[in-house]
Each structure stands twice: as C-alpha cells, then as structure tokens.
C-alpha cells in the first residue's frame, strides 16, 4: 500500500515569499530562521539572568589575592609583571635544560641530514658496469662499439619514471631545508651556551677579571658579534 501511496502524484507545498508590497523589509522570515533567533535571545537572557543572581549573592567580604596581584586596563584584568619570578639558580636550571633540548634536536637533525644525503648520493652514482668484449678482427670490433655505443645512448637518456624523479626532487629541497635547520640550531645552541657561561661567571663570581671582552684589534677574524675571553683555569 505504501507504494501504491507514493506512486500518487502529490502537489508541492511551496513557502510563501516576501509580497511584493512588503519588499522592502528584506526576505520574509521563515520558522527556521525564528527559532535560531529565539535560542540565541534565550540564551541571552539566560546569561544576564545569572549574572545578576551572581551580583545580588555576591559577598562583600570575599577576598583573593588574585585581586591585588592584578590590575584593571579598559575593563581587562591584567596580572602584575612577574620577572623575578624565578631565583638565579632556578633560571640556570631552566637554561641548562633549554640548551640540552636543542643539543638533542641538532644531533637529531645532523644524523637526518646524513642518512638522507647517503640515500642520494647512492641514487645519483651508480656504479658503472664495464664489460670487455673480445673482437676476432677490426669489422667485429667497430660492430661492437657501436652497439656499446647504442646502449650507452640509450641509458643515458633515461627511462627514468616520472614519480621517481618527483620523489628525487622532493628529497632533494628537504635535504636543504634541513641543512638550514641545522644551521640555525648551531647558532641557537652556540648563543645560548654563550649566554650560559656569561651568567654562571656573575653568578659564581669570586675573582675579578676572570673574562674580558676582546677589542676589535685583537679579534683574528672580525665578526659583529662580543668575543670573550677566559681565564685559564685548572681543571680538578
């Protein structure tokens, strides 16, 4: 029977649209349409509604100290500068772990580099078969070589797929793209182990003059950056 029901041609319920004399109000609102903006109302009204039960309830006597530890910037709370935080021993601590971590990543990223530059350079070179043909006479001898030459030809213009030479390519620009990554994390590691001993000389200082800054005429290769330098200490 349900077949025979829908086998029955139906007419199609249309929505009404914006009469022509009301045009200028926009389209016309559908239930759709009114129940979004409904909830959104609701929800609203929901909100204000506790936040006025939560000020009428609020007690005067309540206190954190979040509420002096912050202050208020065009209505937005803001916490206070908090720079000291930290003693001098437990920022070195943090400083020797941030050094450890980036040691850890370049080792990393220096044995990715050699795998990958091995795995290229076994693709790009490979080993070059040599056969030695023995020739009864001249003629059988410049048949050979031509067809050596033929087959030399041949190879060297490649039947190469065109997904291998794309994935070539591919490797080669992440072969660069870290090799720079390696670069930058020798600088980071470099200046953060410089910043490192810097500190660890104001913090343990006994002694004056055990570092000094060179001056540019000491320097035997100029560089913008501050070179120092140590006194010899014996090591225990």
């Not at 009204?45 to 002096?68: G, H, S, V, W």
């Not at 530890?69 to 709370?77: E, L």
């Not at 021993?89 to 943090?94: K, T, V």
């Amino acid at each position: 029977m349900s077949s025979l029901r829908n086998a029955i041609s139906r007419r199609a319920h249309k929505e009404r649209a914006q009469p022509s004399s009301r045009k200028k109000f926009g389209l016309l609102e559908k239930h759709k349409d009114y129940v979004v903006r409904a909830k959104a109302f609701h929800k609203k009204e929901e909100t204000l509604r506790k936040l006025k039960e939560k000020a009428a309830f609020r007690n005067p006597d309540e206190f954190y100290f979040q509420m002096i530890k912050t202050r208020t910037v065009d209505g937005v709370h803001k916490p206070e500068n908090q720079a000291n935080k930290y003693s001098q021993e437990e920022l070195m601590l943090m400083k020797t772990q941030d050094i450890g971590y980036i040691l850890q990543k370049l080792q990393s990223e220096r044995k990715k580099v050699e795998k990958l530059t091995a795995v290229l350079h076994s693709v790009d070179n490979h080993p070059s078969n040599r056969h030695i043909y023995y020739a009864e006479d001249r003629e059988e001898a410049r048949e050979l070589q031509s067809q050596a030459l033929e087959s030399k030809v041949t190879l060297l213009s490649g039947d190469i797929p065109d997904h291998i030479k794309r994935k070539t390519a591919t490797s080669y620009r992440e072969l660069e793209a870290r090799k720079s990554r390696v670069n930058q994390l020798e600088k980071l590691y470099m200046e953060m182990s410089l910043k490192k001993e810097l500190q660890i000389q104001v913090v343990h200082a006994i002694e004056k003059g055990r570092k000094r800054k060179l001056r540019e005429d000491e320097l035997t290769c100029p560089t913008s950056k501050p070179v120092y330098k140590w006194r010899s200490e014996r090591k225990r």
